[in-house]
């Protein structure tokens, strides 16, 4: 009889790899550029109450609460989509965003020609997370102890 030798087991962070250098600059060029979008263009204006973003969501009928919810969810994105850690949780986390704005657009705004651009969006974080699984894999390890 032969004794079969112990195998070790597979760690999750052993399994994810890093990106090229080509790809890590190009992927913090996209999170830096989508980083500065949510934080000035996206989440400033609802949280300092722009018109626009109000009347916004005084259509989508859920109260302003939502609006200050919806600009801290996305000042949150930006900001974890510059800290390397956070890049892949970011990403994960602004793709549900993204998905849920999709469906706020048609089905509450009634503006399902807008809808394509938050699932653009969408898939870019999609890439990105996959991309930054590493980071993802990592805080999810950090949660688990």
């Given at each position: ?24 600059v190009a992927l ?5 550029l989508l980083a ?75 503006a399902a020609a ?32």
């Amino acid at each position: 009889m032969t004794a079969i030798a112990p195998v070790a087991p597979i760690t999750t962070t052993a399994v994810a790899q890093r990106p090229g250098k080509k790809m890590n600059v190009a992927l913090w060029t996209v999170q830096i550029l989508l980083a500065l979008f949510f934080i000035i263009v996206s989440a400033a204006p609802k949280l300092l109450g722009a018109h626009a973003a109000v009347e916004s969501f005084d259509t989508i009928g859920w109260g302003q609460w939502f609006r200050y919810f919806t600009g801290l969810v996305e000042l949150a994105g930006g900001i974890g989509l510059l800290v390397p850690r956070l890049t892949g949780p970011a990403a994960v986390g602004l793709t549900i965003t993204m998905v849920c704005a999709a469906l706020t657009q048609v089905f509450l705004l009634g503006a399902a020609a807008l809808a394509p651009f938050p699932l653009v969006l969408g898939v870019v974080f999609v890439w990105i997370a996959w991309q930054r699984r590493d980071s993802i894999i990592a805080v999810r390890e950090l949660l688990a102890r």
